[in-house]
Protein backbone atom coordinates (compact mmCIF):
# COMPACT_ATOMS: atom_id res chain seq x y z
CA UNK A 1 0.00 0.00 0.00
CA UNK A 2 1.06 3.41 -0.95
CA UNK A 3 1.38 6.87 1.58
CA UNK A 4 -1.79 8.79 0.03
CA UNK A 5 -1.94 12.07 1.41
CA UNK A 6 -3.77 15.24 -0.25
CA UNK A 7 0.26 16.07 -0.66
CA UNK A 8 2.69 13.38 -2.07
CA UNK A 9 5.24 12.15 0.56
CA UNK A 10 9.18 11.04 -0.82
CA UNK A 11 8.12 7.39 -0.01
CA UNK A 12 6.46 4.66 2.15
CA UNK A 13 9.52 4.28 5.13
CA UNK A 14 9.40 6.77 7.11
CA UNK A 15 11.87 7.30 10.05
CA UNK A 16 9.85 9.28 13.18
CA UNK A 17 12.13 10.85 15.36
CA UNK A 18 11.11 10.79 18.90
CA UNK A 19 8.43 9.49 20.39
CA UNK A 20 6.64 11.97 22.75
CA UNK A 21 3.24 13.90 21.64
CA UNK A 22 4.02 15.46 17.96
CA UNK A 23 6.48 12.04 16.81
CA UNK A 24 3.36 9.49 18.06
CA UNK A 25 0.84 11.66 16.38
CA UNK A 26 2.83 11.82 13.06
CA UNK A 27 3.45 7.64 13.39
CA UNK A 28 -0.13 7.41 13.88
CA UNK A 29 -1.01 8.96 10.96
CA UNK A 30 1.44 7.38 8.42
CA UNK A 31 0.43 3.74 9.89
CA UNK A 32 -3.64 4.76 9.00
CA UNK A 33 -1.96 5.14 5.43
CA UNK A 34 -0.09 2.24 5.16
CA UNK A 35 3.64 3.23 5.84
CA UNK A 36 5.91 1.13 7.37
CA UNK A 37 6.75 3.39 10.30
CA UNK A 38 9.93 3.63 12.05
CA UNK A 39 10.59 5.78 15.52
CA UNK A 40 13.51 6.25 16.91
CA UNK A 41 14.23 7.75 20.18
CA UNK A 42 16.91 7.67 22.81
CA UNK A 43 15.57 6.05 25.19
CA UNK A 44 14.46 3.09 23.34
CA UNK A 45 18.62 2.41 24.11
CA UNK A 46 17.88 2.49 28.37
CA UNK A 47 16.52 1.85 31.39
CA UNK A 48 13.31 3.34 29.94
CA UNK A 49 12.89 1.34 26.80
CA UNK A 50 10.28 -1.03 28.01
CA UNK A 51 8.27 1.46 29.21
CA UNK A 52 8.72 3.59 26.54
CA UNK A 53 7.39 1.01 24.21
CA UNK A 54 4.56 0.22 25.99
CA UNK A 55 3.64 4.05 25.96
CA UNK A 56 4.26 3.64 22.31
CA UNK A 57 1.61 0.57 21.75
CA UNK A 58 -0.95 2.20 24.57
CA UNK A 59 -0.78 5.28 21.69
CA UNK A 60 -2.06 3.14 19.14
CA UNK A 61 1.82 3.04 17.28
CA UNK A 62 2.22 -0.32 15.79
CA UNK A 63 5.99 0.81 14.67
CA UNK A 64 9.13 -0.59 15.68
CA UNK A 65 11.29 1.50 18.26
CA UNK A 66 15.27 2.20 18.09
CA UNK A 67 17.66 4.15 19.77
CA UNK A 68 18.48 7.73 17.86
CA UNK A 69 22.00 6.87 16.14
CA UNK A 70 22.59 7.30 12.39
CA UNK A 71 21.77 3.71 12.09
CA UNK A 72 18.20 4.12 12.61
CA UNK A 73 17.93 5.58 9.38
CA UNK A 74 18.76 2.28 7.24
CA UNK A 75 16.20 1.28 4.65
CA UNK A 76 14.55 4.84 5.39
CA UNK A 77 13.18 7.17 2.95
CA UNK A 78 12.55 10.36 4.63
CA UNK A 79 12.28 11.47 8.46
CA UNK A 80 9.81 13.41 10.16
CA UNK A 81 11.09 15.36 12.80
CA UNK A 82 9.36 15.95 16.46
CA UNK A 83 10.19 20.26 17.58
CA UNK A 84 11.28 19.52 21.22
CA UNK A 85 14.67 18.00 19.27
CA UNK A 86 17.25 20.20 17.95
CA UNK A 87 17.73 19.63 13.96
CA UNK A 88 21.58 19.83 14.73
CA UNK A 89 21.11 16.17 15.41
CA UNK A 90 23.27 13.85 13.98
CA UNK A 91 20.35 12.05 12.34
CA UNK A 92 19.23 15.27 10.71
CA UNK A 93 22.76 15.64 9.42
CA UNK A 94 23.50 12.50 7.87
CA UNK A 95 19.70 12.23 6.93
CA UNK A 96 20.21 15.47 4.42
CA UNK A 97 23.81 14.27 3.67
CA UNK A 98 22.15 11.16 2.03
CA UNK A 99 19.61 13.38 -0.01
CA UNK A 100 16.62 12.32 2.65
CA UNK A 101 14.02 15.18 3.61
CA UNK A 102 13.42 16.23 6.93
CA UNK A 103 10.05 17.63 7.68
CA UNK A 104 8.34 18.45 10.90
CA UNK A 105 5.35 17.06 12.21
CA UNK A 106 3.52 20.46 11.61
CA UNK A 107 4.41 19.45 7.88
CA UNK A 108 3.46 16.54 7.95
CA UNK A 109 -0.12 17.94 9.51
CA UNK A 110 -0.30 20.21 6.88
CA UNK A 111 0.62 17.68 3.71
CA UNK A 112 -2.24 15.42 4.92
CA UNK A 113 -4.85 18.23 5.80
CA UNK A 114 -8.36 18.97 3.82
CA UNK A 115 -9.04 22.50 6.02
CA UNK A 116 -6.85 25.42 5.50
CA UNK A 117 -4.53 26.59 7.80
CA UNK A 118 -4.40 29.76 9.95
CA UNK A 119 -1.07 29.71 11.86
CA UNK A 120 -0.27 32.01 14.27
CA UNK A 121 3.52 32.35 15.64
CA UNK A 122 5.62 34.93 17.43
CA UNK A 123 7.95 35.10 21.07
CA UNK A 124 5.16 35.31 23.14
CA UNK A 125 0.98 35.70 23.25
CA UNK A 126 0.76 32.42 20.47
CA UNK A 127 -1.37 30.13 23.07
CA UNK A 128 -4.07 32.72 23.31
CA UNK A 129 -4.24 34.55 20.33
CA UNK A 130 -4.76 31.01 18.82
CA UNK A 131 -7.21 30.28 21.43
CA UNK A 132 -9.02 33.25 20.68
CA UNK A 133 -8.89 33.10 16.72
CA UNK A 134 -10.22 29.70 17.44
CA UNK A 135 -13.48 31.11 19.38
CA UNK A 136 -13.60 33.74 17.13
CA UNK A 137 -14.34 30.97 13.53
CA UNK A 138 -16.05 28.56 16.11
CA UNK A 139 -18.74 31.35 16.90
CA UNK A 140 -19.13 32.20 13.34
CA UNK A 141 -20.58 28.46 12.79
CA UNK A 142 -17.28 27.54 11.02
CA UNK A 143 -15.30 23.88 11.65
CA UNK A 144 -12.34 24.53 13.77
CA UNK A 145 -9.50 22.51 15.11
CA UNK A 146 -7.41 24.60 17.48
CA UNK A 147 -4.33 22.51 17.67
CA UNK A 148 -0.32 22.60 17.15
CA UNK A 149 2.35 23.74 19.83
CA UNK A 150 -1.09 24.97 22.21
CA UNK A 151 -1.56 20.97 22.91
CA UNK A 152 -3.46 18.63 20.31
CA UNK A 153 -0.63 17.99 17.46
CA UNK A 154 -2.00 18.83 13.89
CA UNK A 155 -0.95 15.69 12.79
CA UNK A 156 -4.03 14.50 15.30
CA UNK A 157 -6.78 16.23 13.62
CA UNK A 158 -5.68 17.48 10.26
CA UNK A 159 -8.08 14.43 8.61
CA UNK A 160 -10.91 15.07 10.76
CA UNK A 161 -11.88 18.85 9.85
CA UNK A 162 -13.31 19.09 6.36
CA UNK A 163 -12.38 21.39 3.76
CA UNK A 164 -14.98 23.54 4.60
CA UNK A 165 -13.16 23.63 8.00
CA UNK A 166 -9.91 25.18 9.71
CA UNK A 167 -7.18 24.59 11.53
CA UNK A 168 -5.88 27.15 13.72
CA UNK A 169 -2.49 26.62 14.86
CA UNK A 170 -0.13 27.99 16.92
CA UNK A 171 4.00 28.01 15.57
CA UNK A 172 6.95 27.69 17.08
CA UNK A 173 10.46 28.42 15.80
CA UNK A 174 11.48 24.82 16.39
CA UNK A 175 8.37 23.30 14.57
CA UNK A 176 9.98 26.05 11.33
CA UNK A 177 12.99 24.45 11.63
CA UNK A 178 12.02 21.49 9.58
CA UNK A 179 9.41 23.06 7.13
CA UNK A 180 9.45 23.47 3.22
CA UNK A 181 5.86 22.70 1.49
CA UNK A 182 3.81 25.00 4.51
CA UNK A 183 1.61 27.17 3.02
CA UNK A 184 -0.83 28.90 5.73
CA UNK A 185 -4.28 30.19 4.09
CA UNK A 186 -3.44 32.75 6.88
CA UNK A 187 0.26 33.14 8.82
CA UNK A 188 0.55 36.15 11.61
CA UNK A 189 3.50 37.13 13.18
CA UNK A 190 2.57 38.84 16.63
CA UNK A 191 6.20 39.97 18.23
CA UNK A 192 9.97 39.24 17.78
CA UNK A 193 12.36 39.33 21.40
CA UNK A 194 15.16 37.52 22.31
CA UNK A 195 14.24 33.36 22.99
CA UNK A 196 15.23 29.97 22.62
CA UNK A 197 18.90 31.59 21.93
CA UNK A 198 20.51 28.28 23.43
CA UNK A 199 19.00 26.63 20.34
CA UNK A 200 19.37 29.16 18.05
CA UNK A 201 21.82 31.06 18.65
CA UNK A 202 21.38 34.89 17.98
CA UNK A 203 17.90 36.96 17.08
CA UNK A 204 18.96 36.90 13.25
CA UNK A 205 18.74 33.21 13.08
CA UNK A 206 15.06 33.10 15.09
CA UNK A 207 13.47 35.93 13.06
CA UNK A 208 14.81 33.69 9.93
CA UNK A 209 12.78 30.58 11.06
CA UNK A 210 9.87 33.18 11.72
CA UNK A 211 9.89 34.10 8.49
CA UNK A 212 9.64 30.54 6.92
CA UNK A 213 5.97 30.96 8.17
CA UNK A 214 5.68 33.00 5.33
CA UNK A 215 8.10 31.02 2.29
CA UNK A 216 4.98 30.00 0.55
CA UNK A 217 2.55 31.85 0.50
CA UNK A 218 1.15 33.47 -2.12
CA UNK A 219 -0.99 36.43 -3.18
CA UNK A 220 -4.26 34.64 -2.71
CA UNK A 221 -3.27 34.43 1.00
CA UNK A 222 -3.35 36.47 3.62
CA UNK A 223 -0.21 38.14 5.89
CA UNK A 224 -0.91 39.63 9.72
CA UNK A 225 2.30 41.71 10.58
CA UNK A 226 2.12 43.63 14.14
CA UNK A 227 2.83 47.25 13.47
CA UNK A 228 3.98 48.06 16.74
CA UNK A 229 6.83 45.76 16.60
CA UNK A 230 9.69 47.12 14.49
CA UNK A 231 11.30 44.18 14.51
CA UNK A 232 8.38 42.03 13.18
CA UNK A 233 8.25 44.93 10.47
CA UNK A 234 11.80 44.69 9.74
CA UNK A 235 11.49 41.15 8.97
CA UNK A 236 8.61 40.76 6.66
CA UNK A 237 8.42 38.64 3.83
CA UNK A 238 6.68 36.78 1.40
CA UNK A 239 3.89 37.52 -1.47
CA UNK A 240 0.62 36.86 0.89
CA UNK A 241 -1.37 40.13 0.91
CA UNK A 242 -0.94 42.33 4.16
CA UNK A 243 -2.89 43.11 6.88
CA UNK A 244 -1.88 44.68 10.31
CA UNK A 245 -2.54 45.47 13.49
CA UNK A 246 -1.76 47.97 15.80
CA UNK A 247 -2.80 49.72 19.77
CA UNK A 248 -0.49 52.89 18.82
CA UNK A 249 -2.85 53.81 15.95
CA UNK A 250 -4.74 53.49 12.81
CA UNK A 251 -3.75 50.52 9.87
CA UNK A 252 -4.88 50.27 5.98
CA UNK A 253 -6.08 47.20 6.62
CA UNK A 254 -5.83 45.12 10.14
CA UNK A 255 -6.82 45.99 13.42
CA UNK A 256 -6.22 49.34 15.58
CA UNK A 257 -7.57 51.09 18.92
CA UNK A 258 -9.10 54.63 18.11
CA UNK A 259 -9.45 56.62 21.26
CA UNK A 260 -10.10 53.19 23.28
CA UNK A 261 -12.04 51.86 20.69
CA UNK A 262 -11.47 48.46 18.89
CA UNK A 263 -11.73 49.32 15.29
CA UNK A 264 -11.89 46.98 11.87
CA UNK A 265 -10.03 48.35 8.79
CA UNK A 266 -11.43 46.07 5.75
CA UNK A 267 -11.99 46.52 1.76
CA UNK A 268 -11.86 50.04 2.22
CA UNK A 269 -14.19 50.97 5.19
CA UNK A 270 -14.19 51.04 9.23
CA UNK A 271 -15.98 49.39 11.59
CA UNK A 272 -15.94 50.61 15.14
CA UNK A 273 -16.20 47.22 16.89
CA UNK A 274 -15.97 47.67 20.90
CA UNK A 275 -14.49 49.91 23.95
CA UNK A 276 -10.96 48.08 24.73
CA UNK A 277 -12.34 48.37 28.13
CA UNK A 278 -14.81 45.60 27.50
CA UNK A 279 -12.14 42.85 27.05
CA UNK A 280 -11.98 40.67 29.73
CA UNK A 281 -8.39 39.68 29.68
CA UNK A 282 -6.29 42.34 31.54
CA UNK A 283 -3.64 44.08 30.09
CA UNK A 284 -2.08 45.44 27.00
CA UNK A 285 -0.37 42.51 25.70
CA UNK A 286 -3.88 41.09 25.77
CA UNK A 287 -5.34 43.89 23.73
CA UNK A 288 -2.41 43.28 21.30
CA UNK A 289 -3.84 39.61 21.42
CA UNK A 290 -7.38 40.44 20.70
CA UNK A 291 -5.75 42.79 17.71
CA UNK A 292 -4.26 40.22 15.70
CA UNK A 293 -7.30 37.52 16.50
CA UNK A 294 -9.37 40.07 14.89
CA UNK A 295 -6.80 40.47 11.96
CA UNK A 296 -6.35 37.12 11.46
CA UNK A 297 -9.98 36.29 11.38
CA UNK A 298 -10.68 39.18 8.91
CA UNK A 299 -10.82 37.30 6.00
CA UNK A 300 -13.32 35.44 6.56
CA UNK A 301 -15.67 37.82 6.97
CA UNK A 302 -17.49 37.04 10.38
CA UNK A 303 -20.40 39.66 11.39
CA UNK A 304 -19.36 42.20 13.79
CA UNK A 305 -21.82 41.54 16.44
CA UNK A 306 -20.34 38.00 16.61
CA UNK A 307 -17.17 39.15 17.01
CA UNK A 308 -18.07 41.71 19.61
CA UNK A 309 -20.24 38.51 21.83
CA UNK A 310 -17.24 36.57 21.62
CA UNK A 311 -14.60 39.15 22.64
CA UNK A 312 -16.37 40.43 25.51
CA UNK A 313 -16.42 36.47 26.82
CA UNK A 314 -13.36 35.25 26.21
CA UNK A 315 -11.43 34.56 29.88
CA UNK A 316 -8.45 33.70 28.62
CA UNK A 317 -6.16 30.25 28.60
CA UNK A 318 -4.68 28.53 32.20
CA UNK A 319 -1.26 29.51 32.88
CA UNK A 320 -1.38 33.32 31.53
CA UNK A 321 -2.03 36.06 33.69
CA UNK A 322 -4.91 33.24 35.44
CA UNK A 323 -6.43 34.66 38.73
CA UNK A 324 -6.41 31.50 41.21
CA UNK A 325 -7.47 32.67 44.87
CA UNK A 326 -7.77 35.32 46.98
CA UNK A 327 -6.38 34.48 50.34
CA UNK A 328 -6.79 36.92 53.60
CA UNK A 329 -6.72 39.30 51.00
CA UNK A 330 -3.78 38.56 48.60
CA UNK A 331 -4.54 37.73 45.39
CA UNK A 332 -2.70 34.31 43.60
CA UNK A 333 -1.82 35.01 39.99
CA UNK A 334 -0.34 31.87 37.44
CA UNK A 335 1.60 32.76 34.79
CA UNK A 336 3.40 30.06 34.54
CA UNK A 337 3.64 30.52 30.45
CA UNK A 338 6.12 33.15 31.44
CA UNK A 339 9.01 31.90 30.10
CA UNK A 340 11.11 34.91 28.86
CA UNK A 341 11.99 37.84 29.87
CA UNK A 342 9.64 39.79 27.64
CA UNK A 343 6.29 38.02 29.40
CA UNK A 344 7.94 38.83 32.79
CA UNK A 345 7.82 42.89 31.01
CA UNK A 346 4.21 42.21 30.10
CA UNK A 347 3.13 40.35 33.09
CA UNK A 348 4.37 43.19 35.29
CA UNK A 349 2.48 45.84 33.40
CA UNK A 350 -0.16 44.87 33.89
CA UNK A 351 -0.81 45.71 38.04
CA UNK A 352 -1.15 48.83 38.93
CA UNK A 353 0.36 47.80 42.19
CA UNK A 354 3.64 46.17 43.26
CA UNK A 355 3.22 42.25 43.41
CA UNK A 356 5.10 39.21 45.21
CA UNK A 357 7.19 37.87 42.36
CA UNK A 358 7.69 34.13 42.45
CA UNK A 359 10.63 33.51 39.76
CA UNK A 360 13.18 31.41 38.10
CA UNK A 361 14.34 27.97 36.95
CA UNK A 362 16.53 27.01 33.89
CA UNK A 363 17.74 29.46 32.05
CA UNK A 364 17.61 29.79 28.45
CA UNK A 365 20.71 32.22 27.43
CA UNK A 366 18.72 35.53 27.90
CA UNK A 367 19.74 38.73 29.67
CA UNK A 368 18.13 39.73 32.59
CA UNK A 369 19.72 43.03 33.27
CA UNK A 370 17.41 45.18 30.81
CA UNK A 371 14.36 44.24 33.07
CA UNK A 372 16.75 46.14 36.27
CA UNK A 373 14.72 49.09 36.42
CA UNK A 374 11.13 48.00 35.67
CA UNK A 375 11.35 44.81 38.63
CA UNK A 376 12.60 47.93 41.45
CA UNK A 377 9.00 49.58 40.42
CA UNK A 378 6.91 46.91 40.31
CA UNK A 379 8.01 44.24 42.93
CA UNK A 380 7.47 44.64 46.66
CA UNK A 381 9.61 41.14 47.17
CA UNK A 382 11.20 38.44 45.18
CA UNK A 383 11.04 34.62 45.63
CA UNK A 384 13.54 32.89 43.71
CA UNK A 385 13.51 29.40 42.94
CA UNK A 386 15.45 26.55 40.28
CA UNK A 387 18.61 27.42 38.51
CA UNK A 388 18.33 30.40 37.59
CA UNK A 389 17.90 32.35 40.94
CA UNK A 390 21.32 33.10 41.62
CA UNK A 391 21.37 34.97 38.16
CA UNK A 392 18.30 37.09 38.68
CA UNK A 393 19.27 37.78 41.65
CA UNK A 394 22.41 39.14 40.66
CA UNK A 395 20.68 40.79 37.46
CA UNK A 396 17.97 43.06 39.71
CA UNK A 397 20.25 44.69 42.78
CA UNK A 398 17.97 46.64 45.14
CA UNK A 399 15.22 44.45 45.11
CA UNK A 400 14.88 42.62 48.40
CA UNK A 401 14.75 38.66 47.47
CA UNK A 402 14.51 35.25 49.30
CA UNK A 403 15.73 31.68 47.97
CA UNK A 404 14.08 29.09 48.09
CA UNK A 405 14.07 25.20 47.32
CA UNK A 406 11.25 24.52 46.17
CA UNK A 407 7.16 25.84 45.21
CA UNK A 408 5.98 25.25 48.10
CA UNK A 409 8.27 27.51 50.14
CA UNK A 410 7.89 30.09 47.31
CA UNK A 411 4.10 30.27 47.91
CA UNK A 412 4.63 29.99 51.69
CA UNK A 413 7.34 33.11 51.58
CA UNK A 414 5.64 35.05 48.76
CA UNK A 415 2.39 35.16 51.38
CA UNK A 416 4.47 36.26 54.02
CA UNK A 417 6.00 39.28 52.50
CA UNK A 418 2.63 39.95 50.61
CA UNK A 419 0.92 40.27 54.36
CA UNK A 420 3.67 40.75 56.75
CA UNK A 421 6.38 42.92 54.71
CA UNK A 422 9.60 43.56 56.87
CA UNK A 423 10.43 46.72 58.34
CA UNK A 424 11.01 49.12 55.05
CA UNK A 425 10.14 46.49 52.73
CA UNK A 426 6.42 47.75 50.81
CA UNK A 427 3.22 45.51 51.29
CA UNK A 428 1.77 43.83 48.16
CA UNK A 429 -1.86 42.46 47.63
CA UNK A 430 -0.48 40.18 44.62
CA UNK A 431 1.62 37.25 44.40
CA UNK A 432 2.42 36.65 41.17
CA UNK A 433 3.82 33.52 39.75
CA UNK A 434 5.62 34.78 36.46
CA UNK A 435 9.17 32.50 36.21
CA UNK A 436 10.96 34.08 33.13
CA UNK A 437 12.42 31.03 32.77
CA UNK A 438 11.77 27.26 31.73
CA UNK A 439 9.88 24.99 33.58
CA UNK A 440 12.55 21.62 32.69
CA UNK A 441 14.91 22.09 36.18
CA UNK A 442 12.39 21.16 38.26
CA UNK A 443 8.94 20.40 36.34
CA UNK A 444 7.63 17.97 33.46
CA UNK A 445 6.70 21.81 31.84
CA UNK A 446 4.99 24.75 32.55
CA UNK A 447 1.83 23.57 32.66
CA UNK A 448 3.03 21.27 35.49
CA UNK A 449 4.25 24.08 37.64
CA UNK A 450 1.68 26.25 37.45
CA UNK A 451 -0.97 23.46 38.72
CA UNK A 452 1.47 22.72 41.75
CA UNK A 453 1.56 26.58 42.29
CA UNK A 454 -2.00 26.46 42.51
CA UNK A 455 -2.49 23.25 44.70
CA UNK A 456 0.15 25.29 46.91
CA UNK A 457 -1.91 28.19 46.84
CA UNK A 458 -5.30 25.59 47.55
CA UNK A 459 -3.63 24.45 49.98
CA UNK A 460 -3.03 27.84 51.87
CA UNK A 461 -6.83 28.20 51.17
CA UNK A 462 -7.21 25.01 53.39
CA UNK A 463 -5.34 26.20 56.05
CA UNK A 464 -7.28 29.30 56.24
CA UNK A 465 -3.87 31.42 57.43
CA UNK A 466 -4.48 34.35 59.19
CA UNK A 467 -2.86 37.44 57.81
Known amino acids: MTVDLRHPLPGRRPLVVGAARSGLAAARLLERHGAEVRIADRRFAGAEGGALAETVR ?24 SPGIADTHAIAAAARRRGLPVISELELGYLAAHAPLLAIT ?29 GRPICDVAESVSAAGLLVVEVSSFQLETVDRLRPFVATWLNLTPDHLERHGDLAAYAALKQRLFARQEETDWAVWNADDREVMAHRAGRASALTFSRAGAVAEGAYVDRGTITLAWRGGTEALMPARE ?38 LEHRLEPVATVDGVAFVNDSKATNTASLEVALASFERPVVLIAGGRDKGQDFTPLADLVRRTVAHLVLIGEGAPRLAAAWPGVPFTVVPGLDVAVDAAFLHATRPWPGQRGADTVLLSPACASFDMFADYEDRGRRFKAEVARLQTQGVAS
Open 279 to 316: LRIRGAHNLANALAALATVLPLEIAPATLRETLRGYAG
Open 122 to 150: GTNGKSTTTDLTGALALAAGREVAVCGNI
Open 58 to 81: REGVGAAGVADTVAALEGRDFVVW
